[in-house]
């Protein structure tokens, strides 16, 4: 295991070292130098007694008289730790020995040999040698007069040995050692102690600015005050919280790069996931409801792609500035993306009931405040938001919960015509779940192209015959039909309609080129109209891409007649764009119809800018043609209309011969409709031909 | 190979300040006479030597000489006694020793209530002893001679000192009276509280109670004397000589020790130690 220590603490183990090491190792040092001081003074008093005694003995010697020299010998008998002396004559036989304390036997050297030990090797060894120290014991020589001066020249007489003994040495070498190390050990607490409180002063300040970075790391961003004795750790703190200064405007900027949408001032997602659960935990814990409104503005998609986004980002800032002069300040908007908003209603009521009518009259001073015309760069446009509308805690009390119901609310306001708000109820969840399934189910059959397309032939009244026919999607799913009211939005919302739009003119292509290969075609049949999302018309290079299937045919010898299906609310806005995509697909022999005509935009203007081939009256019209007189004259001011015009009239939805034959009356003469036969498979489209082909034949 | 100019060659016998000072006043007074001399120290002799005449300054350098040449005649200087000289004919010289009653004269003025004097002498100084004797006699005073033959003798003699002497004279070669010996004679002097009566200012300076000195200066001049006069008259040496002039040295600490008094007034050029 690692075991990691804290700076002081490495500081401090280090000093603890340091001093140690220099305590023990001046000690070391200064032991010995006093160890070879006192050697050396040993040495140099044996040196000088070695002398003395050769001096004192050198008469003795002279004249052999052991006794005198024994007794002048003996007078060195309380010298410190003087062991013996032996004395040589000139011919090196041992003359005397004076035993001063027991010793074994040493053995001494003659020719004096006795080379002075090394201090650390004699000291350690175990059994300690004497030290042997030797001077020559010497007389005058025999020169007559020099005698006289005492300057005479001398000869050797003899040498001197003393012995000491080394166990006092030691054992005061010992005794230092000891007082050298106490000493040392004394010296090393107080140091210790001071170095302890010195690095504490040192190291606090450090600390606290470890603190004070743990807790810029996890978020906090105080200043910190460290009051240290040192300048730089002054400076250092100084320094340190003016970074702290830069950090927090820095995150400051981040933040609100992070949490808020550029293009509206707004909280953006991002704000909204980060806190969407700690309000409502707060607003929760504060025995409060929060509202949570999700506002999708209609048809903005419409506004974004005719009017380009410029104009669309200038409608969301000004949405997004309305909606800021409705809601309270306690109250926050959120951006959620595109046109999608949300408004955080912050303690509405507890109850219920209350807080419903609270969230509703703010969602319908939303409605009204939106619900009249907004000028945005020159254009008049209309704009209104469908609202869900989720409370918390009483629908959910989690954020991601109570988003979904908010969203699965705005939807059923949605399908309640736009520009209304709706509550979450819970069969809302039932049918937003439904909804999702459907858009996973459906993204998979347009990839795995399990979508299906049927012919309604359009039948000219009273004669019979083909003239052409509407293909219409058709999708089966978990073994039944779904209508194409409840998957075409989705195909447009999903923005899918664009890849299976492409498919089926593909198809349709392929289709053509087969029927008039087979003669199918020989009876007048002409035209196959393919309905047209907004989504698809208002794509850039919508021309271009059908452009590019008809060229991709094999055979263009073959006419396709296509004709282009469009809603009313297509052409809402027309763009230079628009026009220009109209234009290049009639050029190419294409033709532009509007289907439902009478249940969209009331502006009529649009008929005299599109260059249109026919009007398709809607079913609801033909339906009650018989019965409902309004329907009959709306029929019939239609038809005069698109004959005013040099238009083409389709009746859509005949079916009864009373329909069919008010119609023609009215002058349009080509109907669609059960009564003539309902959509058909390709297959049995053919076969309808072919009986046609015959009955005419 | 042939000898260089025939000169006077002076052999010293050791580089102390007596054989220097000596060495170098001969060598002035012989310079002033005209006469070549050149200083060679004893144990560099080395062949060919041919000078004129010889001078030995100290018992070594005649030694050293006749080693090499026997014949030359010999001026020695600094030797103790005449038994040097005598050893070393043809030759003449200086020698050391003032005569006994020189000495017993001075002994006789700074001791003057010593009545029993023993005399430590080597069998060779027989005659002086014999002088020492006489005088002592004529002056009343006892002679005690306490002969000692050979240097391990002297213990024995010095342990054996009668009681009765109250000084001590020495009468002897350097072989008895050294360095060595003259630490235990002045010991015992000292502590049988008997003045010892040294052979030299060194001895004085060691506790002898006075001694003389010489003028080495004067010893030089009085070899160059017998230079000259060997220079001149070969066939016709002089007989040697004892030293003109002489210093007395005393230890006053000594003599206040003993409790001896100091005569006054002293001789002039009298040293006092300390």
């Known amino acids: 295991m690692k075991v990691t220590f804290s700076f002081p603490t490495r500081f401090n183990l280090f000093l603890t070292a340091i001093v140690v090491l220099s305590g023990l190792g001046t000690a070391a040092l200064l032991t010995y130098q006093q160890m070879e001081q006192r050697f050396r003074d040993l040495h140099r008093q044996g040196e000088i007694l070695a002398r003395l005694m050769a001096r004192n003995v050198e008469f003795p010697l002279y004249v052999s008289d052991r006794r005198t020299a024994r007794q002048v010998l003996e007078t060195f008998q309380d010298f410190p730790d003087l062991l013996f002396v032996r004395i040589y004559d000139d011919q090196c036989r041992e003359w005397l020995t004076v035993i001063y304390r027991s010793r074994p036997a040493v053995r001494t050297a003659c020719p004096p040999d006795h080379p002075v030990p090394g201090l650390i090797r004699w000291f350690w060894n175990d059994t300690p040698l004497p030290l042997l120290l030797d001077a020559p014991v010497t007389a005058a020589a025999d020169s007559g007069e020099a005698s006289l001066f005492f300057d005479e020249e001398r000869r050797p007489l003899g040498h001197v040995v003393v012995g000491f003994d080394p166990t006092e040495f030691r054992h005061a070498a010992h005794r230092s050692i000891q007082r050298v190390l106490a000493f040392t050990a004394m010296m090393i607490v107080p140091v210790l102690v001071f170095s302890w409180w010195r690095s504490q002063r040192l190291t606090r300040p450090l600390q606290r600015l470890h603190g004070a970075l743990e807790r810029l790391t996890q978020g906090g961003s105080e200043p910190v005050t460290v009051s240290a004795p040192i300048p730089e750790i002054r400076l250092l703190e100084e320094k340190f919280n003016t970074l702290i200064g830069w950090l927090e405007n820095y995150r400051k900027d981040l933040e609100w790069l992070a949490y808020q949408d550029t293009l509206t001032g707004l909280h953006n997602r991002a704000w909204l996931q980060h806190n969407l659960d700690r309000i409502i935990r707060e607003t929760t814990e504060s025995h409060h409801s929060l509202g949570l409104l999700f506002l999708d503005l209609d048809r903005f998609k419409i506004v974004n792609d005719t009017l380009g986004h410029e104009t669309g980002d200038l409608l969301l800032q000004t949405v997004a500035d309305l909606l800021k002069r409705v809601v309270r300040d306690e109250d926050a908007i959120v951006r959620l993306g595109g046109d999608e908003f949300l408004i955080l209603l912050a303690n509405l009521s507890l109850i219920h009931n209350r807080a419903t009518e609270q969230a509703s009259r703010v969602a319908q001073k939303i409605v009204e405040q939106l619900n009249r015309p907004l000028t945005i760069a020159g254009h008049e446009l209309m704009s209104t938001f469908s609202i869900g509308i989720a409370l918390a805690p009483h629908d959910a009390q989690d954020g991601e919960t109570l988003l979904r119901y908010a969203d699965t609310a705005m939807y059923a306001a949605k399908e309640a015509g736009r520009n209304t708000y709706r509550l979450f109820q819970p069969h809302q969840s039932a049918a937003g779940e439904r909804r999702l399934s459907l858009e996973a189910a459906l993204r998979r059959a347009v990839e795995r192209h399990q979508l299906q397309y049927h012919f309604q032939p359009q039948i000219r009244y009273p004669e019979g015959t083909v003239v052409g026919t509407e293909v219409l999607l058709r999708w089966h799913w978990q073994g039944a039909w779904i209508s194409p009211a409840e998957f075409i939005p989705l195909l447009e919302e999903t923005g899918l309609i664009v890849e299976v739009g492409e498919w089926l003119i593909a198809e349709i292509i392929a289709l053509k080129r087969r029927w008039h290969r087979q003669g199918l075609c020989d009876t007048g049949f002409c035209h196959i109209g393919v309905n047209v999302s907004p989504v698809q018309l208002w794509r850039s290079n919508f021309a271009e891409r059908i452009l590019a299937l008809l060229q991709s045919r094999d055979d263009d010898s073959v006419p396709i007649s296509l004709e282009l299906e469009l809603t009313e609310s297509a052409l809402v806005q027309p763009s230079p764009a628009i026009l220009a995509t109209f234009t290049r697909l009639r050029e190419a022999g294409l033709r532009f119809a509007i289907d439902d005509f009478g249940t969209g935009y009331s502006n009529l203007a649009y008929l005299k800018r599109f260059p249109l081939d026919t009007i398709k009256i809607d079913q609801s019209f033909v339906r009650d043609c018989i019965d409902d007189p309004a329907d009959a004259s709306l029929i019939t001011a239609i038809c005069a209309m698109a004959r005013g015009l040099g238009l083409a009239v389709v009746g859509e939805g005949v079916e009864t011969p009373e329909q069919a034959e008010f119609l023609r009356r009215q002058g349009c003469h080509v109907m669609q409709g059960y009564l003539f036969a309902k959509p058909m498979p390709a297959e049995a489209f053919e076969r309808f031909l072919r009986d046609q082909l015959q009955a005419v034949s | ?274």
């Open chain 2, 1 to 274: 190979m042939a000898c260089p100019t025939p000169e006077v060659a002076v052999v010293i016998a050791h580089p102390a300040a007596p054989y220097r000072k000596t060495a170098q006043a001969l060598v002035q007074s012989l310079e002033r006479q005209r006469i070549p001399a050149r200083i060679r120290p004893a144990d560099r002799l080395i062949p060919p030597l041919c000078p004129r005449l010889w001078v030995a300054v100290g018992s070594r350098a005649v030694a050293a000489i006749r080693k090499v040449d026997p014949d030359t005649p010999l001026v020695a200087v600094l030797v103790i006694d005449e038994s040097v000289i005598e050893k070393a004919r043809p030759a003449t010289g200086v020698i050391l020793m003032p005569p006994p009653e020189h000495q017993w004269r001075w002994f006789r003025r700074l001791l003057p209530r010593v009545k029993t004097l023993g005399v430590l002498y080597t069998p060779d100084h027989h005659d002086r002893l014999q002088i020492l004797a006489k005088l002592g006699q004529r002056d009343g005073i006892t002679i005690v001679p306490i002969a000692v033959e050979t240097p391990e003798r002297l213990a024995e003699a010095l342990a054996e000192l009668p009681d009765s002497i109250e000084a001590l004279w020495l009468l002897g070669n350097g072989r008895l009276f050294s360095a060595t010996t003259a630490r235990s004679i002045l010991i015992t002097a000292f502590r049988k509280r008997i003045p010892l009566i040294g052979l030299s200012r060194q001895w004085v300076e060691a506790g002898a109670v006075y001694a003389f000195d010489w003028d080495y200066e004067t010893l030089g001049r009085q070899a160059a004397e017998q230079v000259v006069h060997l220079w001149r008259h070969p066939e016709n040496p002089p007989p040697p000589v004892p030293p003109e002039r002489l210093y007395l040295t005393v230890n006053r600490q000594v003599f206040r020790h003993l409790g001896l008094t100091l005569p006054y007034p002293l001789p002039e050029g009298t040293i006092l130690l300390p």
